[in-house]
């Protein structure tokens, strides 16, 4: 099946910082999100993006789907931000998300 | 606003005893999903259904089942729940078709004792 990596596992950043999160995955696939989960679990929906450049605010997505990643930026961070980031393709065939390890950000007032 | 709705929230049951979580949609979308998320771990996928097509995933437990009365609810129903079933259950749905984009409701935390 497709695999999923994510990079870093952990990151730590001083508010106002930026950063890039890394998404690399073994095979085709139709589509791609990324996600937010908050403390209190709940997973919010921050980009559906199969290819090209989205952004949104502070935040920007790229997929490069011939190459296989996908990066998330994060600009001018927020203790707000601090949470988990998972990366999710979805596979060529079949309804279905496969979900990276995902990313955990810790960021420092 | 159109949502994902899961009650309750935080769910406690005893060791055996069954337990019916439930999520309900106003998006009106075709496909509804049940994940699970153990601590420090991603979602793991246990089933959807696609209208009224009900799809397991091959490592679902038996002790897993769902319903889909209508298109705006789903229930999982957890028939004897062990201590390993504790997690976070999450409830998406998505249009039909292959790539939608899922929308995820809040939880439901399960406790176990």
């Known amino acids: 099946g497709i695999q999923v990596e994510q990079s870093p596992p952990d990151l730590i950043l001083q508010e106002g910082a930026n950063s890039t999160l890394r998404c690399n995955f073994s095979?085709?696939?139709?589509?791609l999100q990324w996600f937010h989960q908050n403390p209190w679990g709940q997973l919010i929906n921050l980009f559906y993006?199969?290819?090209g450049t989205k952004q949104n605010g502070r935040l920007s997505a790229t997929t490069v789907a011939t190459e296989r990643y996908s990066l998330l930026y994060i600009s001018s961070s927020q203790t707000t931000d601090s949470g988990v980031y998972f990366c999710a393709p979805y596979m060529e065939y079949g309804n279905k998300l496969v979900f990276g390890a995902g990313t955990i950000l810790r960021v420092k007032s | 606003d159109a949502m994902v709705i899961q009650n309750p929230r935080y769910q406690v049951t005893q060791f055996g005893k069954p337990v019916t979580l439930s999520c309900s949609q106003t998006l009106n979308h075709n496909v509804m999903y049940w994940y699970q998320q153990k601590s420090s771990q991603a979602p793991k996928l246990l089933f959807h259904y696609y209208d009224k097509d009900f799809n397991n995933e091959a490592d679902t437990p038996d002790n897993f089942q769902s319903r889909r009365p209508n298109t705006s609810f789903c229930f999982l129903d957890i028939r004897s729940p062990g201590l390993g079933d504790a997690a976070m259950y999450l409830c998406?749905?998505?249009?039909?078709?292959?790539?939608?984009?899922?929308?995820f409701g809040p939880g439901t935390r399960l406790t176990v004792t």
């Open positions: 095979d085709s696939v139709n589509n």
């Open positions: 993006i199969p290819s």
């Open positions: 998406a749905t998505s249009r039909g078709g292959r790539g939608y984009e899922q929308y």
